[in-house]
């Protein structure tokens, strides 16, 4: 039983544009989530999070959306650079206990 | 500051042989973390240690995985007697109780012939 999903596998984008990437939930006891990047042959590297009592947050060129009632969340890359090319997880925790991880989406971004 | 360290970073070994994967926290993090990457299941938490206690090892697949922490700049992720199916990446991650986020290690890519 999956509880965290990332439904799209891949995605490329062009150099400049924004770049989304979603991720679904069904535990509704998640508190807490994030989203790491991770590069081959090395471990993930955490990007951005948020509360479950937010909607949105923001750093630089990425911001993370969260939709309780639909139970989903989004990662807003703007602009896309090259250099974001990597897999990108999606993670939950409850109380702030281990994370449950999303299967990843590999993004591409073209220059 | 220095990272979560892993070692090995690779590891290859014949079915049946003992496996003693090592972990190093970040200095001050009392929380760590060990997670299993694989193909067919993703990154999945085995087990976690608060203040050098295992809180949850509801992730650990069989009897034949153990793990350990001694103190708070150690942990051990043991397998005996290993199988072919316990090839993955595993990772070590930590962070200060109660806070987020996790750091990862870079893993330890092993592989059981």
């Known amino acids: 039983d999956q509880q965290v999903k990332q439904n799209s596998p891949s995605l490329s984008v062009q150099e400049g544009r924004i770049s989304i990437l979603n991720c679904d939930y069904t535990?509704?006891?998640?508190?807490?989530f994030l989203w790491y990047k991770k590069y081959p042959a090395e471990g993930p590297t955490f990007l951005i999070s948020i509360s479950s009592i937010k909607d949105k947050n923001e750093d630089g060129r990425f911001t993370v959306f969260l939709n309780k009632s639909a139970k989903h969340l989004s990662l807003h890359i703007v602009p896309s650079q090259p250099g974001d090319s990597a897999v990108y997880f999606c993670a939950a925790s409850v109380s702030s206990r281990g994370l449950t991880f999303g299967g990843g989406t590999r993004l591409m971004v073209k220059p | 500051d220095a990272g979560v360290i892993q070692s090995p970073r690779h590891e290859v070994t014949e079915m049946g042989q003992e496996v003693t994967l090592r972990c190093k926290p970040i200095s001050g993090h009392n929380s760590l973390f060990w997670y299993r990457q694989t193909m067919m299941r993703g990154l999945e938490l085995l087990i976690y240690?608060?203040?050098?206690?295992?809180?949850?090892d509801s992730g650990m697949p069989e009897d034949r995985f153990s793990a350990k922490m001694p103190n708070a700049s150690f942990s051990t992720l043991k397998i005996q007697p290993s199988e072919p199916r316990d090839s993955a990446v595993y990772f070590c991650?930590?962070?200060?109780?109660?806070?987020?986020?996790?750091?990862f290690g870079d893993g330890t890519r092993l592989s059981i012939l």
């Open positions: 991650a930590s962070r200060r109780t109660g806070e987020q986020p996790q750091h």
């Open positions: 240690f608060n203040n050098n206690v295992p809180i949850d």
């Open positions: 535990n509704s006891m998640f508190d807490y």
